[in-house]
């Protein structure tokens, strides 16, 4: 079964930075492009950031210069670097493939940032 978790999320201040990882099953990893989305309160999810299985990325322009999106074969795991993070940075941050069709989306990791 396909799975997708999530974790690294927390409370940080705005300026500061987080790491996020997706444990993905490695059916999915090794033969897809990934992405980390994000969901705000009262809003859509969006697609933050994208990698291809050859390591070329992606990114949404209001995270363009402050997160990196890496991935490491070796442990099926995608992270999302996020540094100086904005109170609009506040969110739900998933991963999954990054085209459709997406797979079950795992719980997401909350990151919240004060100002």
């Known amino acids: 079964q396909v799975q997708l978790v999530e974790s690294g999320g927390g409370l940080v201040q705005a300026g500061g930075s987080l790491r996020l990882s997706c444990a993905a099953s490695?059916?999915?990893?090794?033969?897809?492009?990934m992405g980390w989305y994000r969901q705000a309160p009262g809003k859509q999810r969006e697609l933050v950031a994208a990698i291809t299985r050859g390591g070329a990325t992606t990114y949404a322009g209001s995270v363009e210069g402050r997160f990196t999106i890496s991935r490491d074969s070796t442990k099926n795991t995608v992270y999302l670097q996020m540094n100086s993070l904005k109170p609009e940075d506040t969110a739900v941050y998933y991963c999954?493939?990054?085209?459709?069709?997406?797979?079950?989306w795992g719980q997401g990791t909350q990151v919240t940032v004060s100002s």
């Open positions: 490695g059916s999915i990893f090794s033969a897809n492009a």
């Open positions: 999954n493939v990054a085209a459709l069709p997406f797979h079950p």
